[in-house]
């Protein structure tokens, strides 16, 4: 990250880190967007509170997705796991193509109401990302550095975590990065089925055309999603440089 860049994300950081620790110092900054005497931040539930739920939702269904998918795509790439490669990419595929409000309508019979709906949609609509990147990351690896490996001893177990994952950890990462800034978005339909989540000030805003909170809940999860996505673009880098992985 260049020193111009490094300081945009600073900067953005620290705006986001004031607005939600003192949002009510923004209120004349929203104020024309807000109708009538409505108040110009939205109180009902602290947008700090409502950050932190919404980040602990997509970071809970990033690792479970991150778990699933790259399990997955280790098993498609064993010489007696092939079988699991349609399988696998037809649930990564099934999870992008099933809407997630669709996803949320079928899981609330089962789950009830609450976070667990929105994490059920979050880690199938976060599958194929993780699991195409990590199948390639691995499907691209030099047959020459693995016969090498085998040359020196190791087992199968040992070749796949000392050296195939830690050089296809960047293309893993890349997906991992790409579910994160999905989910950000995503999770924000969480809020219509009573999870916590930063899509509660947006909906608020859109049934009391209080343009005022949709442009904070906008904010705040374009900013996030901003940081997270150069945060872990910086650590994808850095993995492809010490892997000697094309960046």
Known sequence: MSRAGLLAYLALLGLLGVFLLTPQSFADLFRPFAPGDTAPIYRQ?????????????????TLAASVLAIGFAVAATRPAGRDVLPFARALANLGQTFPPVA????????FGFGPVPTLVALVLYGLLPIFET?????????????EAARGM????RQRLIQVELPLALPM??????????IGLATATIGSTVAAS????VIISG????????????GFIVSALAI??????????HAAAQRSGFPS
Do not use: F, K, W
Not at 47 to 60: E, M, Q
Not at 103 to 110: D, F, S, T
Not at 197 to 200: F, H, M, R
């Open 153 to 156: 001893g190791l087992t199968d």
């Open 45 to 61: 539930t602290p947008l700090l509170t409502l950050t932190v739920n919404h980040l602990l939702l997509v970071a809970a269904a």
């Open 227 to 236: 940081l997270l996505d150069t945060g872990l673009r910086a650590i994808e």
């Open 103 to 110: 996803v949320l309508a079928l899981a609330v019979p089962i």
């Open 172 to 181: 893993i990462l890349s997906g991992i990065r790409l579910t994160t800034v």
């Open 206 to 217: 859109l049934l009391t055309g209080n343009t005022a909170y949709v442009l904070q809940g």
């Open 134 to 146: 990590t199948l390639t990351g691995l499907e691209s690896l030099d047959p020459a550095l693995m």
């Open 197 to 200: 989540t930063l899509g509660e």
